[in-house]
């Protein structure tokens, strides 16, 4: 019994792709967690979609000039999201319209244009797939190396201007008349998510990122009521969702990236029931 | 003394000549001209929608000014660390993940360093802000779970912790109930050992005139600033509500009737 339970969880792992698969998505898992909790207490979901949205022409364009080769795709991604996340942060403050409408214009034509781009590709389908529900199971070494590299980058950030970060976005005004640096900082924490948007793009692409960017933190939240704690228990359960994800993806044959997502989900949901169960006990 | 830039002691603690603000075309502060001295603690009256609050954010340094000047001993505003701009509470998101040790420390934050967990010192100098305004007990308490008054003393330990010279309190006094009123109103008196300057914008005008020092008259012009008796006169009144101010001559009370209702009546 002991033995056939065991075995269960280590097939999987004997293939290469598996590992280098759990490895990527606990990595990513954790980056969208912990700075989604600046997403969720800012209340930039939108933004999050947008911007992963966003970046598929880019990668279209990467994906035309160099065959689909996944190294360089990756800087194609990377340049595409920080370009669009600067100018959409600029949009939302110059524009006449309302923020999100003229978000989601340039969302929605962006995304266009890049389905446009690839559907130029006569085998398209298989890899706009890819750009759009994500291709977990595909990730090379490099890829591995590349995430694990941006993905330090962006904690590391965090991690140094935490406390600058917390205040903007509680009190921009005690930001503006402490003489921090608002713009830098704003302007930091776009540049971050656009890496973190690029860094995920290959585990859960761009049709779900917001799931990973939002969800977690969002779970956390519903549990603590102290920041540090809402990151580590967000990436908690990114990570447990990356496993759980890719063992249902493995034995029922879903595609990973919605696996993920709906486990995810699932942790959202049932936080959120028992926390409610619980307020309603505890009002009585 | 921790912050950077020069002052001037000789200076007013405040100084606005000529201020003027627009948002887009229209005119939120016309022709400013007043200045402070050290230790004052000043009532900001005017109806909703007479700039009070822009007032403050252009002091502040927060907005800045189309033309005139403000400066605060004798430097340019805008580069100084020592005001603070307490906001009105009902634009703050009080579900935010924080205590409030969190907040008052975050008035620190142009102190420290990156990296690292703030250092004793000012641990310590949180400490002294929170007994300071009588909260040392409740430091670890999520800030949704705290009274109207106890938030609003939150914010002031947070601006001492700063080392605020001047306080610019948005409203501190809207929606409290009348012991809280008293609690702040007498913490505020207490501020004046330490040389704080206090500008409060207020509605309720009796509570202006037996409180603070002077009154600063506004509507979007400077009406009057001067002692209770030279300001609050039906005239100038009259001039600063037009039709939406009700005297209540029933011997001295005067009210202004408009702001009843209005909980975080931004418009
Ligand atoms: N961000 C803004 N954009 C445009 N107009 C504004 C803005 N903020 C305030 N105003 C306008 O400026 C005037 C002064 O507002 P405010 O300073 O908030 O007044 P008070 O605090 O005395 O109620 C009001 O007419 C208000 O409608
Ligand atoms: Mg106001």
């Known amino acids: 019994m002991i033995e056939s339970i065991w075995s269960w969880i280590v097939q999987p792992l004997t293939y290469g792709f598996m590992q280098r698969g759990l490895v990527a998505s606990i990595l990513v898992g954790t980056v969208c967690a912990v700075i989604g909790a600046f997403i969720v207490l800012r209340g930039m979901a939108f933004f999050g979609d947008a911007l992963s949205h966003t970046i598929l022409p880019g990668v279209a364009v990467g994906y035309l000039v160099s065959g689909g080769a996944q190294g360089s795709l990756f800087w194609w991604a990377l ?106 900082l704003n302007n930091l924490l776009l540049i971050l998510i ?11 692409g761009v049709a779900l990122m917001v799931a990973m960017l939002v969800t977690p933190a969002a779970t956390a939240f519903l549990l603590t009521k102290r920041l540090p704690r809402m990151m580590l228990l967000a990436a908690i359960s990114a990570v447990l969702s990356s496993i759980i994800g890719l063992y249902v993806s493995f034995y029922l044959s879903i595609s990973s990236g919605s696996a993920v997502v709906l486990i995810c989900t699932l942790f959202f949901v049932v936080t959120w029931v028992v926390q409610s169960l619980r307020g309603k006990r505890s009002s009585r | 003394m921790t912050h950077p830039l020069k002052h001037d002691l000789n200076q007013p ?92 420390m975050m008035g620190r934050t142009a102190m420290l360093k990156p990296f690292v967990i703030p ?35 939150m914010f002031i330990a947070r601006a001492l912790a700063q080392e605020a010279n001047l306080m610019l309190m948005d409203e501190p006094l809207t929606g409290l109930d009348d012991p809280a009123q008293e609690d702040l109103l007498k913490l505020m008196e207490k501020l004046e050992q330490d040389k704080v300057t206090i500008m409060a914008a207020t509605h309720d ?40 101010l009700r005297l209540m001559e029933d011997g001295k009370s005067v009210m202004a009737l408009d702001h009843s209702c209005c909980e975080g009546g931004e418009e």
Not at chain 1, 194 to 203: F, K, R, Y
Not at chain 2, 125 to 145: H, P, T, W, Y
Request: glycine share 8%.
């Open chain 1, 194 to 204: 656009a890496i973190t948007v690029a860094v995920s793009l290959q585990i859960v």
């Open chain 2, 205 to 244: 005008l009796d509570q202006a005139a037996q409180h603070f020092n002077r009154i600063f008259l506004l509507n979007r012009h400077l009406i009057r600033f001067g002692k209770a008796k030279d300001v609050l006169t039906a005239e100038n009144l009259k001039i600063a509500y037009g039709g939406r």
């Open chain 1, 79 to 184: 340049g595409t999201a920080i370009v669009s996340a600067l100018g959409i942060g600029m949009i939302s403050k110059k524009s006449q319209l309302r923020e999100d409408t003229s978000i989601g214009i340039v969302f929605a034509g962006m995304f266009a244009l890049g389905i446009a781009l690839i559907s130029t590709v006569r085998s398209y389908a298989v890899d706009l797939s890819h750009f759009l529900f994500g291709d977990v199971l595909g990730v090379s070494v490099q890829s591995l190396i590349t995430i694990l590299i941006f993905g330090a980058v962006v904690l590391v950030a965090i991690w140094a201007f935490y406390k600058q970060l917390v205040v903007v976005s509680f009190d921009p005004l005690l930001a503006a008349t402490l003489r921090l640096p608002v713009k830098f």
């Open chain 2, 13 to 104: 603690i405040l100084d606005v000549a000529h201020v003027n603000f627009k948002f887009g075309e229209h005119v939120a502060l016309d022709d400013i001209t007043f200045h402070l001295h050290t230790g004052e603690r000043v009532a900001v009256v005017g109806p909703n929608g007479a700039g009070k609050s822009t007032l403050f954010k252009v002091i502040a340094g927060i907005l800045h000014a189309d033309s005139g000047d403000v400066n605060v001993f004798g430097f340019e505003s805008g580069k100084h660390d020592c005001i603070a701009y307490i906001p009105q509470r009902s634009v703050v998101d009080w579900h935010f993940p924080v205590n409030v040790f969190d907040v008052v």
């Open chain 2, 119 to 153: 250092g004793k010192q000012h641990q310590a100098a949180v400490r002294q802000a929170l007994e300071k305004v009588g909260m040392q007990d409740l430091a670890a308490r999520q800030i949704s779970q705290l009274s109207g008054g106890q938030q609003q003393r």
